[in-house]
């Protein structure tokens, strides 16, 4: 991925989302450091609508800015891993109970839609990208059905934090066997399909359990790799 350039026009809205995306898609890894005046070239822009956009992910936690020291990409500590999905864990619960009487036809052929993408097989780092972004579109579809903008606007800043925990996880090879790993893929699915089996069913203690089970794992899953490669 590139950082594309920006016309002057377009520079103050665009600038932030561009550097957010960077972030996501580790283009920058947790702990660089990023200077200003670099991104501001490479983009095309001045240095104000860059100061503006790190000033705003500062805010958001994805950025550290440390006086004397100079900007950086933020890191996390296994405290705020095991912190961040317990909030997650509360605001998928909220939003399965706000979903329940939302849900569209729409939305439900989408998240089978993203089913189907997600049996697909792993097998290699474009495959693996495409399984995680749809991974997240499936989270992502369940938090909008919702209907709440300010928990979508939180759910996205808190899956920021995780994204960057798991960019540093994938930082070193996985030491897990394949066999394993297979494992926690065909978990992950059985899970994904009763969340949404809960959901078409209108059965929300089904459903909160069911969300519970998964993130659960998920967060044992990332905090043992955190702690096997830290």
Known sequence: MKLRRLTRKRATDEVYENLRDAILNRLFKPGERLHVDEIAERLGVSLTPVRHAIQQLASEGLIEIKPRSGTFVATLSLDDIDATFDVRIALECLAAEK????????????????????????????????????????????????????????????????T?????????????????????????????DEIVAALKARDLPRMKTAVEKHIGRAKSSLMNAWKSQN
């Open 99 to 162: 979903a329940m009487d939302r849900i569209r036809p729409a939305d439900v052929h989408k998240l089978e839609e993203l089913l189907k993408q997600l049996r697909k097989p792993v097998t290699s780092e474009e495959t693996l990208r495409k399984h995680e972004k749809a991974n997240s579109d499936l989270h992502l579809l369940l938090i909008e059905a919702a209907g709440n903008r300010r928990l979508t606007e939180i759910y996205k800043g808190l899956n920021a934090h995780l």
């Open 164 to 192: 960057i925990a798991r960019i540093h996880a994938a930082e070193h090879n996985d030491p897990r066997p394949a066999k394993e790993i297979a494992k926690r893929f065909a978990a992950e699915q059985s899970e994904h």
